[in-house]
């Protein structure tokens, strides 16, 4: 009797082959031939679970963002939720670095492809709308400064995070953990509100 094979399992291996082939060989030779011989499977049934390579790419960074999501801790709230949001995101350990390395492969992949540029456009968006979020919450509960302009430390926490990634991407030694986490800890401490 021949195996049933589970759709979901059989995309999340093509996506991790994907994610494998774009580390080793980058994002040029990441060819359809290249992901379905990483995934031990035809060009065929690779047909039968992605349109094309765009949605391959599209599904490999969906994906790496989806892990960020699993590892959050719902119980934090304020100012400890921006932070543990953002190390989520920042390249700082092997795991971290190699989805900034998918990431910004995506990126070169999405230019001159307006539906890559919408897919990427959206997560933008999204990652932006929960850093807002909880912004919002930590000025409501009282933990910011009056004075600080949530809109603009969303963007320069979004600059961090974008820049911190092609780093880790093009220079795996650039920036190490301590001074990811002091970058970090420097614009949180200057937003924060303290006793006294």
Known sequence: MPKIVDHNERRQSVIEATWRVIAREGIA???????AREANCSSGILAHYFKDKADIMASAMLAAHAEVHVRLDPR???VASVRQYM??????????????????????????????VE???NEMDSFRRKLRIRLVEAQEQGELKPEVDVEAVV??????????SIQAALYPHSAP????????????????????
Do not use: Y
């Open 29 to 35: 030779n990441a060819t359809t031939r290249e992901i």
């Open 76 to 78: 934090l709230t304020g």
């Open 87 to 116: 190390l989520e995101c920042l390249p700082l350990d092997e795991r971290r670095r190699f989805l900034a390395v998918i990431e910004v492969s995506f990126w070169g992949q999405a230019v001159g492809n307006p539906r890559l």
């Open 119 to 121: 897919v990427n456009a």
């Open 155 to 164: 963007r320069e926490l979004h600059v961090l995070m974008d820049g911190l």
């Open 177 to 196: 953990k301590k001074e990811q986490v002091a970058m970090l800890d420097a614009i949180l401490d200057r937003i924060r509100r303290h006793p006294g």
